[in-house]
Each structure stands twice: as structure tokens, then as C-alpha cells.
């Protein structure tokens, strides 16, 4: 029997966007003085970009990335109930979300 395997940080997650302000007040709680967020829809990425002490810092992450590892760990087989072309689009919508809760501190 095949061991079940280990799930991805966030692979769970539900929050998605609201990440977005959960991280924002925790940067302004720790003092940045700017913060802002860009999605790359065609690179699929989000982009994260706060001033803290004169500095300016961005933070990548990658949600086609986060799928393509997803994928490994869950492999499509023929004895799902889905295309594989379903399960791929379910993989990125989980990618997307997971992507936000990544970058949030609090996690």
C-alpha cells in the first residue's frame, strides 16, 4: 500500500485575498511605512512591495509554481471522478490561494 503523502504549507488554505490585509496590518504593526500588491496573471505570481526603515523590499511568490508541486504530491489517476484537465484547473485555484497565505506573516 502506498503511504499517503505529506501535504504542501497552506495546500488548505481558504483565505485567499484576505491574506492580503492580514499581512498589511501586520507589516504596519511592525512598522513599515508603505505596503502594496501586484498579481502577474500571465506569469502567475503575486507580488508583494512595503517600506520598512528606508528600505524598500518585494516579495515574490508563485502560484504555478506552488501548482507544479502540487501535482507531484497529488497525482491525477484514472480513477478520479474529474478530467485531468478539471483536476489541473482545481490545482491552480488552490495555488491561488495558497500563493496569499504564504507571504502572510502570521502563518
Known amino acids: ?10 495546500e488548505n488554505a481558504t483565505g485567499g485575498k484576505r491574506a492580503i490585509h492580514e499581512m498589511q496590518k501586520t507589516l ?6 508603505g505596503f502594496g500588491h501586484y498579481e502577474d496573471f500571465d506569469k502567475g ?3 508583494v512591495q512595503f517600506k520598512w526603515r528606508e528600505h524598500s523590499v518585494m ?12 501535482l507531484r504530491r497529488h497525482p491525477h489517476n484514472y480513477r ?10 482545481r490545482a491552480l485555484q488552490i495555488g ?12
Open 1 to 10: 500500500m502506498k503511504p499517503k503523502s505529506a501535504s504542501l504549507p497552506c
Open 28 to 33: 504596519e504593526a511592525f512598522g513599515a511605512s
Open 96 to 107: 491561488q490561494v495558497a500563493v496569499y497565505s504564504i507571504l502572510t506573516p502570521a502563518h
Open 45 to 47: 505570481e503575486l507580488l
Open 59 to 70: 516579495i515574490r511568490a508563485n502560484a504555478k509554481g506552488y501548482v507544479t508541486a502540487w
Open 80 to 89: 478520479m471522478r474529474t478530467t485531468k484537465i478539471d483536476y489541473e484547473r
